[in-house]
């Protein structure tokens, strides 16, 4: 057994014992009881979304999916991806916008018009998806360096600074969102869990503290928590009503604590992942929007990896 697994069997759960105990054991269905959607992060479908929209889509609601996540315009206007949404009967109700970029669709430097696009699009929550890399980080492959080394080297580049100056935007832009009747949310890989030097905790632990609770809201990926060698539990309790949204994710016993972007990911499910335990913990810590989202590499084609996950959370008695 492995540290994951042996923290999966050990901590993980007998926190979700502590968790989940207030949410009582009537044995309904998880998401029929909560009366919440299924949701999907369209990343999961890869190049295939934006070759085929409409059939994409469609796809997704007749598995079972009722809302969906946007990770990218996929080169259509707001108006054409409202469509292509209604026509599906879905329901986008969340954004990851990044935090600046050169390309057509609006970031968080552009506020205005993303303001305005959400409003055509029917999103509420909008949720940068990772910290711009700092200027000052070596990305640099050295020689005899693979990406993976390269990206290993990220997490100790990162200063308290830096992350500092991540709160500080999105206090920033959160306030803006509210007046307009959205959120402003931050999602984590498993970079975020690493110790930064000179202080006691980690980046994730800065965020935290140093955000606004009014003004920012977090949207946990399980998967890269449990990869960063963390308890979504513990997490949880930690932080009560913090953690609005959720990236349900799961990943094998093989995979490794790391803060290097690094994962074995599987179905809903299929991994080590207590969702009977977790997602009642979740709903009593007050998230409220959970979206199914795989990393790659895939064992199966991705229509049926996301088939499986939803079957799954439909029958989860929790």
């Known amino acids: 057994m492995n ?18 105990s207030s949410w009582g054991s009537a044995g309904a269905r998880f998401f ?10 369209l990343y999961t479908l890869g190049p295939d979304l934006r070759a085929d929209l409409d059939g994409q889509l469609g796809q997704v609601a007749k598995i079972g999916y009722r809302t969906v996540e946007m990770a990218g315009y996929l080169g259509r206007t707001p108006q054409d991806l409202r469509a ?3 026509k599906a009967g879905l329901a986008c109700t969340s954004s990851h ?12 430097a552009d506020l205005d018009r993303l303001i305005a696009d959400a409003h055509v699009i029917g999103i509420q929550h909008i949720v940068l998806p990772m910290f711009a890399i700092p200027d000052h980080v070596d990305m640099k492959p050295r020689p005899g360096e693979d990406t993976r080394t390269v990206r290993r080297r990220l997490a100790a580049q990162i200063t308290v600074d830096d992350w500092k100056a991540v709160a500080d935007l999105l206090n920033a832009k959160g306030k803006a969102l509210k007046a307009a009747g959205l959120t402003m949310g931050y999602h984590n890989h498993n970079v975020e869990f690493a110790p930064v030097a000179g202080t006691p905790g980690t980046g994730l632990d800065i965020l935290l503290k140093n955000t606004d609770p009014a003004l920012v809201q977090f949207e946990m990926d399980v998967g890269w928590v449990v990869a960063g060698g963390v308890d979504p539990f513990a997490l949880m309790k930690a932080n009560p009503g913090r953690f609005r949204q959720m ?3 799961d990943v094998k016993a093989t995979t ?8 074995d990911p599987t179905e809903v499910g299929s991994g080590i992942i207590d ?23 895939y064992e199966k084609p991705r229509l049926e990896a996301i088939r499986i996950s939803c079957d799954y959370l439909n029958a989860v008695v929790a």
């Open 256 to 263: 490794k604590p790391n803060f290097a972007f690094e994962q």
């Open 3 to 20: 540290d994951l697994s042996r923290r999966a069997a050990l901590g993980l759960g007998l926190a979700a014992a502590a968790a989940g």
């Open 84 to 86: 292509a949404f209604d």
């Open 32 to 41: 029929k009881r909560a009366k919440l959607p299924i949701g999907l992060q």
């Open 247 to 249: 990236h349900v994710k």
């Open 97 to 108: 916008v990044q935090a600046k970029g050169a390309g057509p669709e609006p970031t968080l």
């Open 275 to 297: 969702w009977k335990k977790l997602l009642p913990a979740a709903y009593a810590h007050g998230v409220r929007g959970f979206f199914v989202e795989q990393e790659a590499p």
